[in-house]
């Protein structure tokens, strides 16, 4: 992670620092502090649940080699958001409906099709066409995985917040600050949320008070506390559509996130 951070500090360091401006479509990117803080089900999670609210939310998988969502979902894909580098590929060809208001650009490829890992400037050409279809839509949910230049890319297209799903052991509070640091060196001022995964929210609250800390007083800025989403058996053991197998305990924290993510109401749900 050290290592990578590091990197993405030169180049953060080596462009010009731009003013955070709100993008005009709603836009979350959600990117995880490390592999396995379940950065792909709160993704699908938070967008199940901005959709249930009747926002026509689009889900975007950033993950071009491999790519959970359609997994989760358990739905099959005729393409990855990879073919989008092909300019007679339509966004709307890749694009799978995985429930009522919600649209997934799948990552990774059908087992037929050759993985190639995207360099900077194809998974830049791939996001801006994405951002491309966002007024289609109420919401957007990115799902970056632990990916920092994939939350840079993605946000260059225009964002909202970002939202990081953080760790409460040493190593996951520094990689949350790291991120938080990043996104600051590049966009000053953008908002940025912690929300912890399956953790005792005594503890979760006092790992984001350490990185609240930080923030403070080494950039002089806060940042948001996303509360916490419970430890859910449902999940572990029926991956597939987590939403509607999850526990009420679970849906509950994640309509309230939505909520506090997506405040808008857009005029198609508005009474």
């Keep these: ?14 462009r010009p620092r731009d003013g955070w401006r709100p993008s005009d479509v709603p836009v979350v990117v959600v990117v995880g502090t490390a592999g396995g803080v379940g950065t792909s089900t ?43 580098l092909d300019p007679n590929v339509a966004v709307n060809d890749v694009a799978v409906e995985i429930s009522s208001g ?10 037929s099709a050759r993985r190639v890992p995207f360099d900077p400037t194809a998974r830049r050409t791939v996001l801006r066409r994405i951002a491309q279809a ?17 939350m840079l890319a993605a946000a260059e297209a225009g964002v909202r917040r970002f939202l990081v799903v953080g760790g409460c052991s040493p190593a996951g ?12 060196s590049r966009w000053p001022g953008i908002t940025v949320d912690v929300v912890f995964n399956r953790h005792n929210a005594d503890v979760a609250k006092a790992s984001f008070d350490q990185i609240h800390h930080g923030a403070q007083h080494f950039l002089n800025r806060s940042l948001g ?10 999940i572990t053991a029926a991956p597939d559509q987590p939403f509607h197998r999850c526990a009420s305990t679970t849906e509950l924290a994640m309509q309230q996130l939505a909520a506090a993510l997506f405040p808008e109401v857009p005029d198609a749900v508005r009474v």
């Excluded at 966002?134 to 632990?146: E, L, N």
């Excluded at 509070?173 to 600051?184: D, P, Q, R």
Aim: charged share 20%; with cysteine.
């Design 1 to 14: 992670m050290s290592t990578q951070v590091d990197g993405l500090r030169r180049f953060v360091g080596s």
């Design 173 to 184: 509070i520094a990689a949350s600050y790291a991120v938080l640091k990043t996104a600051e």
């Design 102 to 111: 919600c649209t997934l650009l799948p990552g990774g490829e059908p087992p």
């Design 42 to 84: 709160v993704a699908a999670l938070l967008a199940a649940a901005t959709a249930q609210t009747g926002r026509r939310t689009l889900l975007v998988d950033c993950d071009e080699m491999v790519g959970a969502l359609h997994r989760i979902h358990n739905v099959g894909i005729r393409h990855g958001i990879a073919a989008l």
């Design 134 to 150: 966002y007024p289609a839509y109420d919401a957007v949910v990115i799902d970056a995985r632990s990916q920092l230049d994939g």
């Design 225 to 234: 506390f996303a509360g916490t989403i419970p430890n859910d058996a449902e």
